[in-house]
């Protein structure tokens, strides 16, 4: 049974996708169709496989952000808006665990520009399946546990003296 999931792709939109893993074939069918839809991408020229941009239409405009300031890159996206335009912010991974995302999301709430994030394939997934090797394996039981370290929270207080 093949199951077609509707995606409603909108312009005047800032869509975070995750490249994946790196392979180009590795990305989610959601963020290759965002890619195909893009006006606009902006991607991570130093982490991202180039190859991801052979689904944008011949009409898009990317930018290289590796070369860019946080600022130029919010201008990039706040022109397009502008425009009515569909931005694709292409980030490594998986965007909300290792993209500088959360930056940008709060300059775009400040000027009320619309944004969803799409989520990566991530490499954890990707490196057992490399390694032709399962994650669980019959008869054992298996903990693993992730952690992240990253500045602080502007709401929290922990840390403070």
Request: charged fraction near 20%.
């Given at each position: 049974m093949i199951i077609n999931f509707l995606i409603i792709i909108q312009g005047n939109m800032v869509y975070f996708v995750g490249a994946g893993p790196?392979?180009?074939?590795?990305i989610t069918v959601r963020g290759m169709r965002l890619l195909q839809k893009a006006d606009v991408i902006i991607y991570a020229g130093s982490?991202?496989?180039p190859a991801l941009l052979d689904y944008a239409k011949e009409t898009c405009q990317t930018y290289n952000s590796a070369t860019m300031t946080l600022e130029e890159v919010f201008t990039v996206m706040q022109e397009a808006e502008k425009e009515g335009k569909m931005t694709v912010r292409l980030h490594t991974g998986e965007p909300s665990i290792y993209g500088a995302v959360r930056e940008q999301m709060d300059l775009l709430d400040e000027k009320d520009i619309a944004y969803e994030s799409c989520p990566g394939v991530s490499a954890c997934?990707?490196?057992s399946g490399f390694a032709e090797s399962g994650i669980y394996?019959?008869?054992?039981i298996a903990v693993f546990d992730y952690y992240t370290y990253g500045g602080p929270d502007k709401s929290?207080?922990?840390?403070?003296?």
């Amino acid at each position: 049974m093949i199951i077609n999931f509707l995606i409603i792709i909108q312009g005047n939109m800032v869509y975070f996708v995750g490249a994946g893993p790196g392979a180009a074939d590795l990305i989610t069918v959601r963020g290759m169709r965002l890619l195909q839809k893009a006006d606009v991408i902006i991607y991570a020229g130093s982490l991202v496989n180039p190859a991801l941009l052979d689904y944008a239409k011949e009409t898009c405009q990317t930018y290289n952000s590796a070369t860019m300031t946080l600022e130029e890159v919010f201008t990039v996206m706040q022109e397009a808006e502008k425009e009515g335009k569909m931005t694709v912010r292409l980030h490594t991974g998986e965007p909300s665990i290792y993209g500088a995302v959360r930056e940008q999301m709060d300059l775009l709430d400040e000027k009320d520009i619309a944004y969803e994030s799409c989520p990566g394939v991530s490499a954890c997934f990707w490196g057992s399946g490399f390694a032709e090797s399962g994650i669980y394996t019959s008869g054992r039981i298996a903990v693993f546990d992730y952690y992240t370290y990253g500045g602080p929270d502007k709401s929290s207080t922990a840390g403070e003296h």
